[in-house]
């Protein structure tokens, strides 16, 4: 026997399933479902549905969107925060660096790791949402690194409103301190240690990189070298002085002295460990921003690549690990960082 849903509870339903982010609750999904219906028409209505794609969408589009939508997608990745994943190895799941529960990462080990390097990645998600159980921000990067002996950490931080990017900075730097700091216990170099960031996880591990006194005031030592994945804020002040996006006045404010205090040129000092700067094509901020701070970094005797690509900014943070040319371009990044 067939059901027939009426018109509008089938647009909820579906609307449910394509725009819920994986680590989400059923009730998260609907609510954000029904309060999102009218902003993906008016702003996401080309994206083909499914993987996410919808939501995703919206997520980029988040200053855009009615405040009802807004509050119920940041309603639902609040809810899907240290969800259950499957995974086919060993994890080390919500190990606490700080007393707050956003200050927890997790540890996907290889088989037997004797020294192991360590890939420490930081979510993205405009400074104010974000997972570090995002099926974009681990899937492929675990499939990828694992089998190759990298030990994989995802960090959680905590998020505007409750904690500034200054902040923010501090408890990636924390958390990175905490894995060097253990690394012994799971197997790993805490020596070969990379740290690696998309969106605004790539701001905050660029801004690590510039000034690792932030890193050494929390505990923690010199790492090996930092990717950077996407990152259009290089430099703050540039950008907060031209055309933005609402979302930078959202993290960075309207005070010069912050923009200058939060931006990695700015803050760039000594010679930093080398980096990978991947940038897309599709934005325009992103690989100017990433040439002049390369060029920046360089002109300090340090080691900076760009490679930029026109896969897009959430296409460059889901595909890594994928036989594409970005994972082949950190492979070989990380393939040449001294010993």
Sequence with gaps: ??????VSSAIVLALAILLAPAPADAAGRLAAAFACRADRARLCDGVRPGGGAVFACLREKL?????????ALLAAADAGAGAERPSSGRVL??????????QRLDVH??????AAPILVMVHGGAWVIGDKNADAVVDAKVAHWRPRGW?????????????????????????LAY??????EWGGDPRAVVLMGHSAGAHLAALLAADPSIVTRAGGRPWRGTVALDSAV?????MMSGRHLRLYDRAFGADPATWRGLSPLDRLSGRPAPMLLVCSTRRDESCPQARRFAAAVEGRGGRAEVFATPQSHREINRDLGT???????????????PR
């Excluded at 030990?151 to 505007?160: E, M, P, Q, S």
């Design 109 to 114: 080990l290889p088989e037997a790791p004797r």
């Design 63 to 71: 200053d855009d969107l009615s405040p009802d939508c807004r509050d």
């Design 323 to 337: 036989a594409n040319a970005e994972t082949a371009a950190v492979d070989a990044f990380l393939a040449g960082l």
């Design 151 to 175: 030990i994989f950490v995802t960090v959680g931080y905590r998020l505007l409103p409750a904690a500034d990017v200054a902040t923010q900075a501090e408890d990636v730097a924390h958390a």
């Design 1 to 6: 026997m067939r059901f027939a849903l009426p």
């Design 234 to 238: 290089y430099d703050v002040p540039a």
């Design 93 to 102: 799941a919500d190990l606490p660096y700080g007393s707050d529960p956003k």
């Design 179 to 184: 894995v060097q700091a253990h690394a012994g």
